[in-house]
């Protein structure tokens, strides 16, 4: 049996077993689907279903490797080509997704490899081989526990900190699922936000993440001849108060040895703010704070410490699909392709204590599998690997992990 | 009803919905505006369209309310009527700027009663405390908020720097009043197609105020070319801001500055590139100015700026891909492979 093969039987017993458990989107007749098949390379889109039971039919008989929905909603969803479909609105989508976060551990784990000369490294991927200029390179985009806990904290971030209290959605109105591979996905299904168009929601985009903020609009300024400087009060709404209380963190956690790399003007004035840590953050607690207790500190230096906070305080989404208002996205419940993990929705109290490797684990059984080139992983309570061209005996979800991500093959009889 | 009960705040603001109740009940036909009874308003209302043209902003007159009222949906008529895609953007700029000004020097209640009768907005009295150190005088929906914040191009405007909580953005009159012309902006920006047969002396003011279009449009350089830089050779996505631009369109920052970096890198002063900004809506010459030169590298960092990738501008929505397009990552390249394609062409001629 082929890997395509025993993955498709498995996929397509999932979908069988679990009929019940399948979540069907909302309007479900608007919205369009598109599939991906292990034996098949490209996606199949521009399909609709009548009703739930025909889109579940379908998902047993054809047992496709990844399923998707439209955040759309369309007058007619199978037609082919965007302008005939009649857009009706869309839900509204952010994308968190570590691929779009800076974590070191990437450099330890993500692979890539020149299709043309060979060339391969860790770390991500160029844009051009280095050694030859050829765009054809291959990666490898492992997952681990640092970059999935970094995409969660970031999802929890943007709903408590910004839908919540500055959009003023409700809990009922937030979706939020993993998944199922590098991240997690927010859906926001409410009337309101439907009829937003793309312009609109890059300006939720860069509300969310402080692109275009100035910091004198939001009261960090000096004022009069004397040049006293004010600004923000922890207690303001929206972004004012978010970037006091993110200047007050920012002081509070600052250390000697974390500044060895700054400028020495830099430096010079960062030390004199971990030697008055106390008095500053007092200072900046009072209503209305005071911005000006220390002398010297001048308001280019503030803005460069407002900037840092800013940076601490904004929520890093992928702009492109929540920009897209035709963008398709994976159907909670179901699972992901690449990793054979599922698509798992998820309640906001449930979030902090959910473990990807365990939570969202759908096979039982044992199997021995050809692993190739693999790097550390986890599944479970258990860690596994590294191999290297070995047959190794797997709990069937660590199995499947492996050949979903390419690197493991099924064994020939 | 308390608030636009007046004649006056009825030729003041004609686009409400109590005013556009009022003309219907009228039951007024074109022909009942040629009669001499209405001469002066026929005046009044190309007035209004001629207004727009040669100074950017109708004016209000309060010496006869009816005739101001009415002259609003008859100088709609005759803009309509030539259907040119220029002479509407200006009047329906013009308009606005009449709009803006007359709210800004309202009470708070009648910009809510507008706001929410004629347009549906979600929109209230905010609680009178300070934030930030300034006061706010009304919380409007984010989602109607959103409808045309984005079409403005000052930072001022961007979601991220206003104060925006449990779904309500803070704003002061001004702000209302700017949101609520670019609303009627919008409004009277839709074509409503050519109106059938007109009388005689309707028809004559439309002629008057085409041959005063065709000359400003000509004295503005709308459809002729800017001489050394070659306007046939910019790639498609380029043309296309550029129209956007020259026809008066509201654009995104992202288009603004590739039209800017691009037409500098080819070699476009400062000067003309300001004059070309000067038909936007919501144009600013000294700022604009000052961004264009900062574009230049004439001011901030001293860094010239180059146009975005294609594939960024793709990614801004802004790309508009034709043939000539294939192989080619960046606008620049596009015009100069162009540029070296005609003097190819002119080579084989001689």
Known sequence: MSTADFLTNLFGNYYNDNFDRIISPSNLRKREFGFMFFKYGSIIRHLSFEDENQLKTFLAREAPSDVFYSAAYYFQPAMPKMPMKGWEGCDLIFDIDADHIETSCKNEHDKWKCQVCGKADKGIKPDKCPVCGESKIEELKWLCDTCLDYAKLETIKIVEDFLIPDFGLSKSEIGIC???????????????????????????????????????????????????????????????????????????????????????????????????????????????????????????????????????????????????????????????????????????????????????????????????????????EETFGPYKDEKVELPLSAAVFLLCKGVAQILKT | MVFMSSKGDLAKYPFTKEAQKYIENLNLDIGDLVSPKYSSLLRRGSERVIEALEKGIVSYKDDNYIEELLSFPLARLLVESLGDDYLRRRYAVAESKRVDKLLAMEENDKLIHIARETFGWDIRKAPRQSISGRFYDYELNVVNYLEYAPYFQDKYWKLVNRVLHRGYVYLRKNDVARLISEAVKWRLMEKKGKPPDLPSEIKEMVNIIESKLVAQKKDKGIDGGFGEVSRDSFPPCISKILSDAITGKSMSHHARFTLTSFLINIGMSVDELVEIFSNVADFDEELTRYQVEHIAGIRGGGTKYTPPTCSTLQTYGLCEKNELCQGVKHPLNYYRNSLRRQKGSEKAVI
Do not use: C
């Not at chain 1, 509300?207 to 001849?225: A, F």
């Not at chain 1, 702009?319 to 897209?324: F, L, R």
């Open chain 1, 178 to 380: 993993f998944s199922g591979h590098r991240g997690y996905h927010i859906h926001v299904e409410s009337e309101v936000v439907k009829e937003l168009n793309s312009q609109a929601r890059r300006e939720i985009i860069d509300y969310i993440k402080g692109g275009g903020i100035d910091p004198e609009l939001h009261g960090l300024q000096e004022i009069g001849r004397k040049k006293v400087i004010t600004g923000p009060d922890t207690n303001d709404k929206g972004w004012g108060g978010r970037i006091t209380r993110n200047v007050i963190k920012f002081i509070s956690k600052l250390q000697e040895n974390e500044i060895i790399m700054e400028d020495k003007y830099t430096k010079k004035k960062l030390l004199m703010l971990i030697k008055e840590k106390q008095k500053i953050i007092n200072s900046l607690s009072q209503h209305p704070p005071l911005w000006d207790a220390m002398r010297n500190i001048d308001i280019n230096f503030w803005f460069l410490i407002v900037e840092r906070a800013i940076n601490m305080a904004k929520g890093k989404i992928d702009e492109p699909v929540t920009a897209d208002i035709h963008r398709l996205i994976r159907l909670p419940t179901s699972i992901n392709g690449k990793t054979g993990f599922q698509v798992k929705p998820l309640k906001l109290n449930e979030i902090a204590s959910f473990d990807p490797f365990s939570d969202s684990q759908i096979f039982e059984g044992q199997i021995t599998v050809r692993a190739g080139d693999v790097p550390t992983f986890r599944i479970g």
